[in-house]
């Protein structure tokens, strides 16, 4: 699913793969841990290299899984032993550091950021 996201295909390939990404990865810590000990991160940044207006879409969906991982390992429930079960597994990786490590925060900023233009746009 990694190379298809992250090779030369259309945005299309990469849109459909992402969501398979996504349904694989979601509340399942151990998908998460081995997508991150793979380098998953690096290849998903990878996708921020790409210009384009199709991948787009594919950029801000990226943006929003993370997103949503974050908020997974945050929102625990830790009064029910499942919960407590997924915040070990969640522990053996630290997702935050690991974004932070590998240069995630430059690309959230230059993804997140309203262009000069727009910004004037909005003010008028």
Known sequence: LLRLIS???????AGKALYGLSAVLRN???AQN??????????LK?????QGKPMDNIKIKI???????????????????????RRE??????LEDLLYSSGWCD?????LVMPRDDRRAKRD
Not at 7 to 13: E, L, M, R
Request: proline share 3%; no cysteine; hydrophobic share 40%.
């Open 46 to 50: 990878a996708v921020f290299k790409v």
């Open 63 to 85: 943006l929003t899984l993370i997103q949503d991982l974050l908020e997974e390992r945050r929102n625990l429930d830790i009064s029910s032993q499942t919960g407590r079960s």
């Open 28 to 30: 399942f810590p151990e």
């Open 89 to 94: 597994q969640y522990s053996k990786m630290d």
């Open 107 to 111: 690309v959230f900023s230059l993804v």
């Open 34 to 43: 081995t997508f991150l000990r793979q380098g998953g991160l690096d290849v």
């Open 7 to 13: 090779g030369h295909n259309s945005p299309a390939v």
